[in-house]
């Protein structure tokens, strides 16, 4: 089965993690903040920290952003659980956004509709998570407008784009946000086995993520309540967690960083060569904007004009015949769990629409010419 992404791997990476393997330290060691400063250097932001996984990044940046009970938070139903479920460890409300047809990610439109209508009915969110849906960022400096007029913090989910831009701004520099946050899964952009970073331009939001990732410590003594310059005290100040990540994984993410350039321009390769080959087929082929850089982390097609019924036809078949595709995103808020919490179907019309007819076909760096001609024939014979 062609995968629709995996990691790879090379020797310089296996080097990488075998020295730290070697060293007296494996975790908080000298490799995380290494890898901390590469992610934030490429990027363009003041501060980063490496965790163990997106998840725990968008829970941090939840805490950080003093996300509380009786709070609201606002994201996509296009996305991994994961965007909606940090709210809810805050003991915040959800809800969603739904997308723009085209583009799959946060509808602008529908966005500022929703703003207006909540100012009125006093239930604005405090946070909003536009989530860089396939690896193409969303209209960030639109969004950021709207951030301003309504007084909410923006966390986006920049899981699937790392390397993407938009206007030429890079994703990770939070120019048009508060926080920015990446996962470092397998199937991501580059990995650490799991793993994920959290960067800002925000100093008091920095000082709060360092100390919630590590169980609410400090060891620093500026930042002291009570004054002790002894060499064994430390203070907890925060109820935090242990959502560090290992030296191991960042001697891999720093080895990984080497080859995001050409992790990317592979991806683009790929793109370019299905837009190519599918493009005459009656299927649409993603749409990105002119002013969006993608990272491609994912290669959507949509089967727009076929049945449910053939949908399910065509993507047995695929599965059947070595082609790995997959659906991104069956709609967050139609999950049984969400379903428990008040949604429902029709609630957000085109992330439904888009889930029903929307296939993940193969894009990955070791994807060969010949894989890649495997799938589109394929594709042809079943459509
Ligand atoms: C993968 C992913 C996450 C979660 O990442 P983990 O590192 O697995 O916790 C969150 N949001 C989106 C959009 C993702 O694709």
């Known amino acids: 089965m062609i ?46 920290f490496a965790v163990n996984s997106a998840t725990s990044a968008l829970h941090l940046a939840c805490l950080a952003l003093d996300l509380k009970k009786g709070d609201i938070i606002w994201t996509v139903p296009n996305t991994f659980v994961a965007s909606a479920n940090c709210g809810l460890y805050c003991g915040a409300k959800v809800d969603f956004v739904d997308i723009n047809i085209k583009t799959y990610n946060i509808c ?40 301003k007029k309504y007084k909410f913090k923006i966390i986006e989910d920049a899981s699937h784009s790392l390397g993407a831009k938009y206007k030429n701004e890079k994703v990770g520099s ?20 799991e793993g994920g970073m959290l960067l800002t331009n925000d100093k008091r939001v920095a000082s709060k993520v360092e100390m919630l990732r590590n169980s609410g410590i400090t060891r620093n003594n500026k930042l002291f309540k009570v004054k002790n310059r002894e060499a064994w005290y430390y203070e907890q100040q925060l109820l935090g967690f242990n959502y560090r990540m290992t030296d191991i994984q960042a001697a891999l993410g720093l080895s990984q960083m080497n080859k995001l350039n050409k992790f990317l321009s592979k991806r683009k390769k790929i793109a370019k060569k299905y837009n190519n080959l599918l493009s005459s087929l009656p ?82 760096y070791e994807l060969s010419d010949n894989e890649q001609e495997k799938i589109v024939s394929k594709i042809l014979a079943i459509l």
Request: aromatic share 12%; with cysteine; proline share 7%.
């Open 3 to 48: 995968p629709y992404s995996k990691q790879f791997i090379d020797d310089k990476d296996i080097d990488s993690v075998v020295k730290v393997l070697k060293s007296p330290l494996i975790t908080q060691g000298s490799y995380v903040p290494k890898f901390e400063n590469k992610v934030a250097r490429r990027c363009g932001s003041k501060y980063s």
């Open 108 to 147: 602008i439109e529908s966005l500022s509709r929703k703003l207006e209508y909540a100012e009125k009915k006093n239930k604005l969110p405090k946070i909003l998570i536009p989530v860089h849906f396939a690896g193409q960022p969303t209209k960030q400096d639109e969004i950021w407008k709207l951030s």
């Open 174 to 193: 939070c120019k048009w946000s508060d926080i920015t946050i990446f996962s470092f899964h397998p199937v991501k952009m580059i990995t650490t086995g």
């Open 283 to 364: 299927i649409r082929i993603p749409e990105v904007e002119k002013k969006a850089k993608s990272s491609f982390h994912l290669y959507v097609v949509r089967l727009a004009d076929y049945s449910p019924k053939s949908y399910k036809k065509i993507f047995n078949y695929l599965r059947k015949n070595g082609v790995g595709v997959n659906l991104h995103y069956l709609p967050v808020h139609l999950h049984p769990y969400y379903r428990s919490l008040g949604f429902k179907e029709g609630d957000f019309p085109n992330a439904e629409k888009y889930s029903s007819e929307a296939l993940s076909i193969p894009i990955h």
